[in-house]
């Protein structure tokens, strides 16, 4: 049974490019969230989608987006990347993102130069 | 003040101890409660989920939430080198359900 994949594992952008990240969910899952993590901090919550629909937004800049597709896939994107930008970027997979149980992805490791 | 604190550690013990690893949180309307482990570089590995307060055993892992006090706890019991990662305690509640997480704790294990 696959777990939570996403694409690509490693990624280098250079400042003011911009970058798409993916992630399918576990099959049955209908929620998807993204979180970025900088090297020796705890993740921090950038968006929750449930059902197509965005549930929540983090403290994160418009240059963030995401969308989720009718197969509960989703993609992150970012624009005009800053170096700051450089972070592991994860997507958590649960059944209704309401308290249940999260399983992560290997995440996407950016680099913006 | 930040909502969760986490001791970052790093936390040192000898194999076969038993380690403690705790949080504290600030947001009384938490309720769900997780212990991630995450080796470097990797996604984090959900470990133990409870919901409000008490225990949780699963194998050599036991999870303890306190609400009156607001602490968590992840006791390991009979610790191996393969142990040796960093954990990271995540909550949620209330009226969005964005994990909130600690720091991570660094834990090496010594043969």
């Known amino acids: 049974d696959a777990g939570v994949t996403q694409s690509p594992t490693h990624l280098i952008k250079t400042r003011g490019q911009h970058v798409t990240l993916r992630c399918s969910p576990i099959s049955g899952h209908k929620s998807v969230s993204w979180y970025q993590q900088v090297l020796g901090q705890g993740p921090q919550f950038i968006f929750q989608?449930?059902?197509?629909?965005?549930?929540g937004r983090g403290n994160f800049p418009d240059r963030f987006s995401a969308r989720q597709f009718p197969n509960y896939s989703s993609e992150l994107n970012v624009n005009a990347l800053l170096l700051g930008d450089s972070a592991l970027y994860l997507c958590?997979?649960?059944?209704?993102?309401?308290?249940?149980?999260?399983?992560f992805g290997q995440g996407t490791r950016l680099t913006v130069v | 003040q930040k909502e969760v604190e986490q001791d970052p550690g790093p936390l040192s013990v000898p194999e076969g101890a038993i380690v403690s690893l705790n949080c504290t949180y600030s947001?009384?309307?938490?309720?769900?409660f997780m212990w991630y482990r995450q080796y470097s570089r990797k996604g984090p590995e959900l470990l133990m989920y409870?919901?409000s307060s008490g225990n949780k055993e699963d194998g050599r892992f036991t999870a303890q939430v306190d609400k009156s006090s607001k602490y968590i706890s992840l006791f390991i019991r009979d610790s191996q080198p393969s142990d040796s990662a960093t954990y990271l305690c995540a909550m949620s509640g209330g009226s969005n359900y964005q994990l909130i997480w600690g720091a991570g704790t660094k834990l090496i294990i010594k043969p």
């Open positions: 947001n009384s309307a938490f309720q769900y």
């Open positions: 989608y449930y059902e197509k629909e965005e549930r």
């Open positions: 958590a997979s649960s059944g209704t993102g309401t308290g249940d149980e999260a399983f």
């Open positions: 409870t919901y």
